[in-house]
């Protein structure tokens, strides 16, 4: 799948540097612009470089949310991702209607955060690699949508989504692995990988155990059952 290439729209400098900062931290996509208005947004939109918007809606020349009606009105193929304090039910009803892939209220996680890039690149390589679409496949793609499945079985912390990432990468990985192994084939980071890792283990999924040496700290090792 080709970088997926993202602008930052963001007033706050040191608010755009940790948003810069969580982005770069997940694989797969590049900072190509960051804008600190409504207007330099849109000129560098222009220029058709972009894929995803992380955005503000407070901005000092235009709300966000009238900059995405300006650049849905204009055509362009980009999707939002709103990181703003705002959660008053006008701008939250507007960014739904105007189909923002995402909403995260400020102060936030970078667990949210990540989770959310992850769900989007799994979006694009999808889209990008099919050619027609089953129910199941939309359902999926559309936030799973007339699934199922309760999310409110799931813990504080672990998401449907990133668990069948987790999910699919187990079932990659010649048994046993390690936690490095597991890290590097998801793109997490090792806090969040061996979250969902060790929730795999206390569903009776996996088997965790320690590989110890002579030298250095022990290797945590997963390990399939059956």
Same mark, same amino acid.
């Given at each position: 799948m080709e970088t997926i290439k993202v602008m930052i729209v963001e007033d706050d400098f040191m =608010?755009? $540097? *940790?948003?810069?900062?969580? !982005? +770069? +931290?997940?694989?797969?996509? +590049? *900072? =190509?612009? =960051?804008?600190l208005n409504g207007q330099d947004a849109c000129s560098f939109l222009k &220029? &058709?470089?972009v894929d995803l918007i992380i955005l503000d809606v407070y901005l000092p020349? #235009? /709300? &966000? #949310? +009238?900059?995405i009606k300006q650049i849905r009105a204009g055509d362009y193929p980009v999707d939002f991702i709103l990181i703003t304090a705002a959660h008053d039910h006008d701008t939250v009803a507007n960014s739904i209607r105007f189909g923002v892939f995402d909403y995260i209220i400020k102060p936030f996680e970078f667990s949210r955060f990540e989770e959310s890039l992850l769900r989007y690149r799994k979006l694009k390589s999808t889209i990008g690699t099919s050619a027609e679409f089953d129910q199941d496949k939309l359902n999926e793609l559309l936030a799973g949508?007339? /699934?199922?499945?309760?999310? /409110?079985?799931?813990p504080k912390g672990i998401s449907r989504q990133t668990l069948r990432l987790v999910e699919d990468a187990v079932a990659s990985l010649q048994s046993p692995f390690s936690l490095d192994d597991a890290t590097r084939r998801l793109s997490?980071?090792? #806090? !969040?990988? $061996? $979250?969902y890792l060790d929730y795999l283990v206390d569903q009776g999924r996996l088997i965790k155990s320690f590989e110890y040496k002579k030298i250095g700290r022990p290797t945590l090792i997963y /390990?399939?059952? &059956?």
């Open positions: =608010v755009a $540097r *940790i948003n810069r900062k969580f !982005t +770069e +931290e997940v694989d797969g996509f +590049e *900072i =190509v612009k =960051v804008a &220029g &058709g470089l020349d #235009i /709300s &966000g #949310i +009238e900059l949508k007339a /699934s199922k499945e309760d999310p /409110s079985a799931l997490f980071s090792r #806090i !969040t990988a $061996r $979250r /390990s399939r059952k &059956g």
